[in-house]
């Protein structure tokens, strides 16, 4: 089976730009859950989505925002960016939900910078 | 709210060596899962090694184990006969129900000398 894609794998933006993340599960996991790391926050949960709806989302304000789609795939979209949001996201993808007693498969992660 | 501490940003250890890289938590639940992730270079995170809290039995995955020490809240990771390929940042994670997501701590970064 395939991993867990991402794409970008970099991008560049500059302050309030609005940008798009892309993350495509291992096949038939229709768990999908984003973090955002930072060297000074480590890695934080902005949402878990699955079979289409959000189970749970983190502290982070509602410029953040995902959705998932009928074949699992993800996206989170970032809107106004400032520039503390340059971080590296990463979502990962589990059978169901995310977390409890499922291993949650990682992929390789977007590296946003914000300029 | 839980959290995960972990003590030791970095950690050196020489090859073929054994290291213990320590993690502690703080819950009020009784049932949870602990986690180690691997993060090497290449960014691609793995789990390690899982715990459920209610098994008082340590996991073990080959060279990795756990001390889980559930009163004392801690749950440390054990590598044995380090290799070159084990240098990676460590992260210690938690899951509980009340939350239902995983909490990671800030990671240990571990060189492996040759």
């Known amino acids: 089976k395939a991993g867990v894609t991402q794409t970008p794998r970099y991008l560049i933006k500059t302050r309030g730009q609005q940008v798009t993340l892309s993350c495509s599960p291992i096949s038939g996991h229709r768990s999908v859950s984003w973090y955002q790391q930072t060297p000074g926050q480590g890695l934080q949960f902005l949402f878990e989505y699955f079979s289409e709806t959000q189970r749970n989302k983190g502290n982070f304000p509602g410029r953040f925002s995902g959705r998932q789609f009928s074949n699992s795939r993800s996206e989170m979209n970032v809107s106004t960016l400032e520039l503390g949001d340059s971080a590296l996201y990463l979502c990962?993808?589990?059978?169901?939900?995310?977390?409890?007693?499922?291993?949650?498969?990682f992929g390789p992660g977007t590296r946003l910078t914000v300029l | 709210a839980q959290t995960v501490t972990q003590s030791q940003p970095e950690m050196s250890v020489q090859e073929a060596e054994t290291v213990t890289l320590s993690c502690t938590y703080d819950?009020?639940?009784?049932?949870?899962?602990l986690f180690w992730y691997k993060q090497p270079p290449s960014r691609q995170m793995i789990l390690v090694i899982r715990?459920?809290?209610?098994?008082?039995q340590n996991a073990t995955e080959n060279r990795f184990s756990v001390n889980f020490q559930k009163a004392a809240k801690s749950f440390s990771l054990k590598i044995s006969d380090s290799q070159l390929g084990d240098a990676a940042m460590y992260f210690c994670?938690?899951?509980?129900?009340?939350?239902?997501?995983?909490?990671f701590g800030k990671g240990t970064r571990l060189h492996i000398l040759p």
């Open positions: 994670a938690y899951w509980g129900s009340r939350d239902d997501k995983i909490i």
């Open positions: 819950t009020s639940e009784s049932d949870y899962y």
């Open positions: 990962a993808s589990s059978e169901t939900n995310g977390g409890y007693n499922n291993e949650q498969f």
């Open positions: 715990q459920e809290a209610y098994k008082q």
